[in-house]
């Protein structure tokens, strides 16, 4: 039950709690009854009987227990058992009943249809927590220092129960929402020493965003999950510059293991604006090109539609192109049938990694690619078996730097274990070539020379029948012989292989031509319903369940932001479902919006 049910019980509860509060006070007597103006439950006027007003010390010459007094007391119990004194928001969060005093009438303990006016009583744990946080804050320095709260004389006066020992987030709201009211604003605030966990962090980026410097020293940060709740990666704390994770298991397991680097290139991904991590600069990125006086000059707008140079076709240097077309057409036929078979090409040292990138090409967007009747099964086209079997994008920082060195395979087992895993392909690379775009010249790598092929194109995923687009790069040397590779037939053997999933994009993009500075929207025929992006099923069931009036509207946000339909919704009714404020909304913010915002 909430505090604001609570409140509103019934006329006999109420009296209850109004005779309780007058006991407390001293005004009545212990064992009074609570009656009615009219001496009428549940409060309903009637005629008042002259001559028969029951004084409330009559009621006590029974000396016995009554009902109401009963009550009373396992009213009192009950709060008791809820409320302890160590729970800020039980006793803050109570609205006092309050009742006027009927004008010119006397208050006095024998009028029992008098009711006095009831004043707010003193919150000690609002107070205690205010006095503490106050006495913590120096307003020279901006610094709050709330390490050790348990130990603090203040806490142990007034029976407080700090977060991380006994406390939840909720005391934590309490400390952070007091200090968010200290003036000048807090910018350095250290938490050591409170046995904290991320649950304990999570209200912190809300009451206060601006922090410089947060230590965390001596807690129970034990992953980077614990992390996750004031990551500027996911929108919070954008400006911290310091912070200090010293005795905590995150670091201390790091360290043991030897890998402290680590454990420092994970965090500083968590938090980009970071200068100082564990009282240790962090190595930026610079470059050793002088840095000239900042010169405020007019700059004009680029009118330029092309690049300077323009789109080639296949380009093969150094190396005899049947060769190529050879590896080519054997190790894709082989892919798409026998993968196994592939363990033959691949070099002891030999790595492979994949990566996905779900977004879609602005031009695919705006040719309709993905919502084409000609391409039907694009729609049932998922990312799940992908994005589930290793993907190794670097730009998404949710994986740890762990991870991502596991997903690195090394050698033919690895290599062919990871790509049975994947789903089935068909690539036709025999079909027409324009459909595919080849790079291919040597290369100097160590003591020798190989050579780097990278090949662009698309392939059918075998089971949904859609259509992807891939990129390819494979670094291969020639095969030694009586090597395993040459006695199977191999003329090369691959010493890296790279391979990049996408969302189809049709094959004028290396077209030979000029380069174009940015997509041509192409004019499509007047139509009610917009270009839509293919959506996931759960994105259209929860589109399914909007007006068609506001339906258009998402669906052309999510067309020309790529947004989910939740955030596309969001951005709408935040900008009273204007499209052209939502889109300049979105354009304003979106550096700042975490991935599970977009399709």
Known sequence: ????????????????????????????????????????????????????????????????????????????????????????????????????????????????????????????????????VNKRYNPDTKYLDLGSMVEDPIIKKYNLTPPGYGGSSREASVIFRLASKLIPEVQTLSLANNNL?????????????????????????????????????????????????????????????????????????????????????????????????????????????????????????????????????????????????????????????????????????????????ALPNQRKLTWGPWLGNGSRNLSRVGVSAQQLVEDLRVGPQQIVELVKKLPGTRHNITGPPEKFCLDAFPVSRDQFTGLLVTLHGEFIEVGAEGVRSFDRSFMLVPAPDNSRAKLNGWNVVILSDQWIIRGYSSPDSWKPGPLLVQAVDQKAPSNSHPIMPSLPPDQQAALATLPEPQRNLVMQVCAQTNLNVKFAVDCLTGNGWDLAKAIANFNDVKGNLARDAFL
């Not at 006070?25 to 009854?33: F, N, P, S, V, Y």
């Not at 009987?49 to 007391?73: C, E």
């Not at 009711?115 to 205690?128: A, F």
């Not at 995150?250 to 043991?256: F, L, N, S, V, Y």
């Open 197 to 373: 966990s991320g649950e304990h962090l999570l209200p912190l980026n809300r009451f206060l965003p601006n922090l410089v410097n947060l230590s965390l020293h001596k807690n129970n940060i034990r992953d980077r999950k614990d992390l996750f709740g004031i990551s500027s990666n996911k929108g919070k704390l954008a400006h911290l510059q310091e912070l200090i994770l010293t005795e905590n298991p995150i670091r201390e397991k790091a360290c043991a293991a030897g890998k402290e680097e680590a454990y420092r290139s994970e965090v500083s991904r968590l938090f980009p604006s970071l200068q100082a991590l564990d009282m240790r600069a962090i190595n930026q990125i610079s470059f050793d090109a002088p840095q000239g006086a900042a010169v405020s000059l007019p700059v004009e707008a680029p009118n330029a539609t092309t690049f300077p140079f323009g789109i080639s076709p296949t380009f093969i240097t150094g190396v005899d192109g049947a060769l190529i077309s050879e590896f080519l057409v054997r190790f894709f036929n082989t892919f798409d049938t026998q993968r196994d078979a592939l363990e033959s090409v691949y070099d002891t040292t030999s790595t492979f990694s994949f990566s996905v990138n779900t977004t879609i090409p602005t031009r695919a967007r705006q040719a309709g690619l993905h919502t084409s009747q």
């Open 1 to 132: 039950m909430s505090v604001f049910a609570a409140s509103s019980s019934t006329p006999a509860g109420g009296k209850a709690i109004a005779a309780s509060a007058l006991r407390s006070a001293g005004l009545i007597d212990r064992d009074a009854q609570m009656r009615d103006v009219t001496d009428n439950p549940g409060g309903r006027k009637g005629r008042i009987r002259s001559g028969r007003t029951t004084r409330t010390v009559d009621l006590n010459k029974s000396n016995k227990t009554t009902t109401t007094d009963v009550r009373m007391h396992s009213i009192r119990s009950s709060r008791g058992s809820h409320a302890g004194p160590s729970d800020p928001l039980s006793r803050s969060s109570r609205i006092d009943r309050t009742r006027k005093t009927v004008p010119g009438a006397s208050t006095s303990a024998s009028a029992p249809s008098r009711i006095p006016v009831l004043h707010r009583q003193p919150n000690p744990l609002r107070e205690g927590w205010t006095e503490f």
